[in-house]
């Protein structure tokens, strides 16, 4: 158990450009979820897959972001013409399917995003 | 309405005494789980410990306990000997089986917590 791995750790980028985050899940753990944390606050959930499957959404996710996890291993997020109102900590957290509501969600380090 | 309330914004304390984070919930569900977390300056979420609704017995995981009163809604933090490196905000969060199928995290505003040397 590596944990869950998000990369990079941390992304500094000029408004209108876009970017892209990726997370490792624990292997064994088939939820995967995105959520976005700004200072002071507790984490927004943004979005959450079952294995492949995106099966929530959140509405704080905008057009502009998208998210995939492509062979229900590692998932990416992109979000696309940045707004400074993006800065944030984006944390992917994951799961085992085993307990249900009983299993705790792990998290990454989190990478944290700089719109100047 | 606040589903999961934290009434303590920051607190600072003695190191080596115990300190008790308090969290209340509300939900109208019989099954949920409670769970705590600690976010050092450093960004990253750690899971301490867990409380089912079903569970007869408090948490306990080292240093940490549950203090768990489930006709009081609530479901206090405690960390007996604190450290330096307890500094940190910690999250209490719930999750409900019936409301969504995601399983998602509902969290409280958090409590910033100073050790004092």
């Known amino acids: 158990d590596t944990g869950v791995s998000q990369d990079p750790r941390h992304k500094i980028t000029k408004r209108g450009q876009n970017v892209t985050f990726r997370c490792d899940p624990i292997?064994?753990?088939?939820?995967l979820y995105w959520y976005r944390q700004t200072l002071g606050q507790g984490p927004e959930f943004l979005t959450y897959?079952?294995?492949?499957?995106?099966?929530?959404k959140s509405r704080l996710l905008s057009d502009r972001f998208s998210a995939e996890r492509p062979k229900g291993s590692f998932s990416t997020l992109e979000i696309q013409r940045t707004e400074q109102g993006d800065s944030a900590m984006y944390l992917c957290?994951?799961?085992?399917?085993?307990?249900?509501?009983?299993?705790?969600?792990?998290f990454g380090n989190g990478t944290r995003l700089t719109v100047t | 309405a606040q589903k999961i309330t934290q009434t303590q914004p920051g607190m600072f304390v003695q190191e080596k005494e115990a300190v008790t984070l308090d969290c209340t919930y509300d939900?109208?569900?019989?099954?949920?789980?409670l769970f705590w977390y600690k976010q050092p300056s450093s960004g990253e979420m750690i899971f301490l410990i867990y409380?089912?609704?079903?569970d007869e017995q408090n948490a306990t995981e080292g240093r940490y306990s549950l203090n768990f009163q489930k006709a009081r809604k609530s479901a206090n933090l405690v960390i007996s000997a604190s450290q330096l490196g307890d500094s940190a905000m910690y999250f209490c969060?719930?999750?409900?089986?019936?409301?969504?199928?995601?399983?998602?995290?509902?969290w409280g505003a958090g409590t910033k917590l100073i050790i004092k040397p």
């Open positions: 957290a994951s799961s085992s399917p085993g307990q249900g509501y009983n299993s705790p969600l792990h």
């Open positions: 292997s064994e753990h088939n939820r």
């Open positions: 897959f079952q294995n492949e499957a995106q099966l929530e």
């Open positions: 939900t109208s569900d019989q099954s949920y789980g």
């Open positions: 409380q089912g609704s079903y």
């Open positions: 969060a719930m999750r409900e089986p019936e409301m969504d199928s995601n399983y998602q995290l509902i």
